[in-house]
């Protein structure tokens, strides 16, 4: 098992929450893993083994080409996209990364079962034994009703929409970022507003709470027990994140 990482300890809360709630306001989940670029990835097949390890799971397969643009010039990326019979969990492959992602997100293990699937197809094609980075991200949308400051949201994050000085607020959000040399986290927050009706129609604000927990160098070995840690510290900034109300909610059967 790899060593704790200075990363670990940016958080300093530690949530006594967890694998309490029975619920959750997941809207996406991503992990990402990052390698040294293998260009052989862009040509117009994906690679044989990592179609066959993952066919059973990920049947339908797609190509993406991908535009990058720079000062006067720009650059095509081939994205290999694989997804799952309902489209519910998809995996991309380019060049330098790899990525999981679904909006079916139910319980860790689950998703942790599904990482281990697609990063034990793709350490047989990457040639690397290290990710240059792992990222894991948590998308969290908790309808708030009209006010996200009535103990919905940690009110350290929503303090100013407390205060009647601020009136008909269209716009409102923050950003974290903790960082050390081996990794990081970033919170960002604020509320989503509905395009969906006008006036006393509209429908009423959503708040999100965007977290994305990074770590730079992870052997291939050691990912699992690196991921493990930065699961735990992104559901320790979402436990401290919401309010009494949203934790109430999120325990109920």
Same mark, same amino acid.
């Given at each position: 098992?790899?060593?704790?990482?200075? @990363?670990? =300890?940016?958080?300093?809360? !530690?949530?006594?929450?967890?694998?309490?709630?029975? +619920?959750? &306001?997941?809207?996406?989940? %991503?992990?990402?893993?990052?390698?040294?670029?293998?260009?052989?990835?862009?040509?117009?097949?994906?690679?044989?083994?990592?179609?066959?390890?993952?066919?059973?799971?990920?049947?339908?397969?797609?190509?993406?080409?991908?535009?990058?643009?720079?000062?006067?010039?720009?650059?095509?990326?081939?994205?290999?996209?694989?997804?799952?019979?309902?489209?519910?969990?998809?995996?991309?492959?380019?060049?330098?990364?790899?990525?999981?992602?679904?909006?079916?997100?139910?319980?860790?293990?689950?998703?942790?079962?599904?990482?281990?699937?697609?990063?034990? @197809?793709? =350490?047989?094609?990457?040639? !690397?034994?290290?990710?240059?980075?792992?990222?894991? +991200?948590? &998308?969290?949308?908790?309808? %708030?009703?009209?006010?996200?400051?009535?103990?919905?949201?940690?009110?350290?994050?929503?303090?100013?929409?407390?205060?009647?000085?601020?009136?008909?607020?269209?716009?409102?959000?923050?950003?974290?970022?903790?960082?050390?040399?081996?990794?990081?986290?970033?919170?960002?927050?604020?509320?989503?507003?509905?395009?969906?009706?006008?006036?006393?129609?509209?429908?009423?604000?959503?708040?999100?709470?965007?977290?994305?927990?990074?770590?730079?160098?992870?052997?291939?070995?050691?990912?699992?027990?690196?991921?493990?840690?930065?699961?735990?510290?992104?559901?320790?900034?979402?436990?401290?994140?919401?309010?009494?109300?949203?934790?109430?909610?999120?325990?109920?059967?």
């Amino acid at each position: 098992m790899s060593s704790p990482l200075d @990363a670990d =300890s940016l958080f300093r809360v !530690s949530s006594t929450n967890r694998d309490r709630f029975k +619920r959750n &306001v997941l809207e996406l989940a %991503v992990c990402e893993f990052r390698f040294p670029t293998l260009l052989e990835l862009s040509e117009p097949k994906p690679p044989a083994g990592f179609v066959h390890a993952l066919r059973k799971e990920y049947p339908h397969i797609e190509r993406a080409n991908e535009l990058t643009f720079g000062a006067g010039s720009h650059e095509s990326n081939t994205a290999h996209v694989f997804r799952s019979t309902k489209g519910d969990w998809s995996i991309s492959l380019r060049q330098s990364m790899f990525a999981l992602e679904t909006k079916k997100y139910k319980d860790y293990e689950g998703f942790k079962r599904r990482v281990a699937n697609v990063v034990s @197809a793709a =350490s047989k094609v990457i040639d !690397s034994d290290f990710f240059t980075r792992v990222g894991l +991200r948590y &998308v969290n949308v908790v309808d %708030v009703g009209e006010n996200p400051a009535n103990d919905w949201i940690n009110e350290r994050l929503v303090g100013p929409l407390k205060d009647s000085a601020f009136m008909q607020v269209h716009d409102y959000s923050g950003k974290i970022l903790m960082q050390s040399d081996d990794g990081g986290a970033l919170l960002q927050h604020g509320i989503r507003f509905s395009n969906l009706g006008k006036g006393e129609n509209a429908a009423p604000p959503a708040y999100v709470i965007d977290i994305d927990i990074f770590r730079n160098d992870v052997l291939v070995a050691d990912y699992e027990a690196v991921l493990d840690r930065m699961h735990q510290q992104a559901f320790d900034i979402f436990d401290w994140a919401i309010g009494e109300k949203l934790r109430e909610r999120l325990t109920l059967s």
